[in-house]
């Protein structure tokens, strides 16, 4: 099932607003009380287990509307979803008077954000930034990065722009902002666990792969064996 969105998301949020997070581009979706708002650009490639993990919550979930489930698992879960989530996405949530913006674990859809004040504006794309007031100033330490082959979250191309990392989620409420991390690979350290052989290595590999294949294959075919 192909449940990918278009084009990136652009949205801005002013808490001062009765309806906090305005949607400029975006699949988005709506509680039923109103007081939450979700917009999702990307695609969830496990939708349909969300679906049905959904389900035995009591939930009314579609695979095909992955901005509603998304929603409905927020509602539910909180940030504790995001560990359940297989794809490249990034998505806001606006949570009463709270926004988060959410990046997948490798960072294949971008998130890029700029500060307005009270205001933010947030997008997948810098030029969409600019289109919602942030004057296109090249920053000198961002160009040293660029030119180093480093890259920084807090200095990008751009003055005023920042982005959420890989793997993280960015909390704004009552104009303090909060990085989280919420996925990463994990390292024990050296001689901690018990030894294991070849063989546990390659088939471990093997089942990630034959996993990531089916993933990505449409609900109608399956991987040869």
Known sequence: MDNSTSWPLFASFDPDQ???????????????DGRSRLVFDGSLLNAAELAKEATAFGLRADAARPADLLLKLWTRLGPDCLAK?????????????SLFLIRDRLGIRPIYYAHFGRRLAAAGRIKDLFAAGLEPRISPEGLR???????????????????????????????????QEYWDLPFPPAGSGPRLTE????DGL???????VRLHLPDSRKPAA
């Open 206 to 212: 093997h089942a990630a792969l034959a996993e990531s």
């Open 145 to 179: 990065h660029f030119l180093l082959g480093t890259r920084s979250r807090e200095t990008l191309h751009f003055e005023g722009v920042r982005s959420v990392p890989p793997g993280h989620l960015i909390e704004l409420r009552d104009g303090i902002e909060r990085l």
């Open 85 to 97: 989530l297989r794809g490249p996405f990034a998505f806001l949530v606006c949570d009463g008077r």
């Open 199 to 202: 063989r546990h290595y390659v």
């Open 18 to 32: 009765d309806s906090p997070l305005e949607v400029r581009r975006g699949e988005s979706a709506d509680s039923p």
